[in-house]
Structures are given as C-alpha cells and as structure tokens.
C-alpha cells in the first residue's frame, strides 16, 4: 500500500505529496499552454503547509474574505485576487491592503467602496461579479443561479455596461464540472454581456473547473481558453480550489466500538461526520473506503458511525469481505478538499491532525489539535 499508514496518527487527514504534485503539475501545464492565469482558491484548500510545494507551479491566490487575503500575502507570498459577497468598511480598509483585484457583487458595494480604492493610489484592477443566468449545476446548494440568487449581477442589473473604473469580470457558475459546462457557460455570457466583454481586461471564469478529474477534456479546455483568449483581448483567469486538492489524501480513523439496533450495525469511529465530514451530509454523499467493497454488495454490511451526539451523524451502508473489529483502521478517500476548511470542534472531539507524507513515504504531522484550540475558539 502506498500510504504509510503505520506512521499516521488516528485520527488524521493526511495528504500526500506525490498525489498533490501530480495535480499541480497537470494544472501548471494547462496555465502554460492556454496562455492564462490559474490561481488556487483558498476556500477549498488552505493547507498552507504545502505552499512552498503549490508555489514551485503556480503563484497567486484567490481570498474570500480577509483572513484569506492575509494568509495569501503570509503564505503564498502574493496579493490575493478578493471577492465576497459584501465587504463592511474595516474589510475594505484591510483588503485594499493585501489585494491585487477586488470584485464587487453588486453596484452598491461597488459604488460604496470604489472611492476609498481610487483614494489609497493601490495598483488595484477592480472587478464586477456577473451572473450569466446559465448553470449545468442541478443541486442548489451548489448553484450560484439557482432562482433568488444573491451572486453577481444580471446583465439587466448591469445594463450590459462595465462602470467607470472596473476594469474586469468575474463568474462563478461551475461545480465539479466538465470543459463542455465551461463551454456552454461562454456562450451564454457572450450573448449576454457582449458590450461588457469588449471593454473588459480580464475575466476571472471562478473555479468548479474539475480538470485533475480523470476523463476531464483538458485539450477542449485550453482550445476553448484560446479561442476566447483571441476573439475577446482578454486575460483569462482561473480560480479553481477542488481541482487542486482533488484526490490527494484521506481521513485515517479507527473503529472505537461497534454496536447494533434491528440488524443494523454500526461502527463508531473516532471521528465525526458533521464535524469532520461535513459535506457528506451536506450534499450529501458518501465517501469511498479504502477497505470497503464500495459497490454495495459484500457480505458484512456497516453504516459508520460520527463520535458526535448528533442522531444523524452516520453515513452507511458500506459492504465488507471480512467483519470489522475494534481497532481497525477506516480510510476515507478524497477527504482534503473542502473536507479540512469545513471542520468544527463541535461536542469538543478532538480533531484529526494534519500530516503529509512526503515523495519517500516519510509521514509528518503538521498540525496536532489540542484542548487549547477547542478553549479559544469560546469565551
Ligand atoms: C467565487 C468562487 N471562486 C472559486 C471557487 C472554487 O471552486 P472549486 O473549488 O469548485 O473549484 C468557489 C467555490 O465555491 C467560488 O465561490
């Protein structure tokens, strides 16, 4: 097995460099030859630890509020390319510090805040979010279209025009999502925002581009990039999180006790899907175990159980060759992106350590949690 499974502690997310490299590599690769900008987004992967490895391929972070924007300048040594909702004014006072693009949700924040940007004399481009009205997304949670929206601006909104001092655009409207999806999302806001594209600079496309999944169409990726590039003289931005992280490590837990009410038995673990996990339920959906069947069928049947007191802290059911013992070693595959910024320290269970295990299967645990850390979190 290539995980070095003997050397990590339980319960631990643990990343390993080989797997990261891999999909660094493929991202650098498509940056290099569509001739675009592809900076990582903090929201879905923030293990700063790994930044001296993330920089060796690509150089820029996108923030989503300021704890982020200072992490981008602390850690990846870069001003972040910022966007939230709504910024209050001490936001501002602090973003128009630590960042090299500011994108405005709506024409009053724009309005708001554009004077104090044009005051500070920063080299700041600013940015409006558009919202394209098109999304292949089908879950709500995840759609930034979905009716109601408050993300970005329809071009009635905007009236197709890029106000005095914006320079650039920004959408979100992707999800896990395929080149064919980027495809149709183009073709929607040029129908859209033809007037706004011909004075824009740049057009930051957000993230949801999934291009380290396998069978991801990467040479369509960077022939729809290029052809775009060219008929609208615009920089092209990329601002994926998942694609970066995706498939890069586990969750290492152990069985704690296994326990049994009308032929349903469960494996409690000594971590926590809602604290741990948390868009297991959220989306929901349920994770590969490494020694699972995964195919529902097996002969010992297990839900696995959250050490939390919340009654819908389980996921199941998982199929097995052999019976499960206390003691034995859960993995859950693809659980560092999104996965490790979503934690909580909820009923105070401890939480996983961060480790990496590095290009010669050395484990170092990066990160331990401690009763310190659950203390200051409350008053
Ligand atoms: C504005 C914006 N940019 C980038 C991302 C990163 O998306 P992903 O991790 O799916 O690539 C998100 C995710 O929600 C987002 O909202």
Redesign the pocket.
């Given at each position: 097995m290539r995980i070095n499974i003997d050397d990590t502690p339980s319960p631990s997310y643990l990343l390993d460099e080989k797997l990261l490299r891999r999909n660094l590599a493929l991202i650098k690769d498509v940056k290099d030859r569509a001739g675009i900008d592809i900076i990582l987004?903090f929201?879905?992967f923030a293990m700063w630890s790994t930044f001296d490895i993330v920089r060796e391929y690509i150089n820029g972070a996108?923030a989503?509020s300021v704890y982020e924007a200072i992490l981008a300048n602390e850690e990846m040594k870069t001003k972040a390319h910022t966007?939230a909702p709504a910024y209050s004014e001490a936001d501002m006072s602090q973003l128009i510090k630590l960042s090299s693009h500011i994108t405005f949700n709506s024409m009053s924040q724009l309005n708001k805040h554009l004077p104090q940007i044009q005051k500070s004399g920063n080299n700041i481009s600013v940015g409006i979010r558009i919202n394209p009205e098109f999304s292949e997304v089908t879950t709500d949670l995840y759609n930034?279209c979905a009716n109601g929206t408050r993300l970005g601006m329809t071009a009635e909104t905007t009236g197709d025009i890029l106000p005095d001092g914006v320079d650039g655009i920004?959408f979100?409207t992707?999800?896990?999502s395929d080149a064919e999806d980027l495809q149709k999302t183009l073709a929607a806001i040029e129908k859209r925002f033809p007037n706004t594209l011909k004075k824009a600079k740049w057009i930051n496309m957000?993230?949801?581009?999934?291009m380290t999944r396998e069978g991801y169409n990467i040479q369509l990726l960077i022939d729809t990039l290029i052809d775009f590039k060219k008929r609208w003289d615009v920089d092209i931005i990329l601002?994926?999180?998942?694609?970066f992280a995706w498939e890069t490590g586990y969750l290492i837990s152990t069985v704690l006790d296994i326990v049994s009410d009308n032929d349903i038995n469960t494996a409690i673990l000594d971590v926590s899907f809602t604290a741990h996990m948390p868009d297991c339920l959220e989306m929901p959906y349920k994770p590969v175990i490494l020694s699972a069947n995964n195919n529902d069928n097996g002969k010992y049947c297990y839900r696995m159980g959250g050490n939390s007191c919340l009654a819908g802290d389980y996921i199941g059911n998982w199929y097995f060759d052999n019976e499960l013992n206390v003691g034995d070693k859960i993995i859950f595959n693809d659980m560092i992106?999104?996965t490790m910024v979503k934690t909580t320290m909820f009923n105070g269970i401890n939480h996983p350590s961060i480790a990496i295990q590095d290009m010669n299967r050395d484990v170092k645990v990066v990160k331990k949690f401690t009763y310190t850390d659950y203390k200051n979190r409350m008053s």
């Open positions: 987004a929201k879905g996108t989503s966007y930034p920004h979100h992707l999800c896990e957000g993230g949801g581009h999934l601002e994926p999180g998942s694609a992106h999104y």
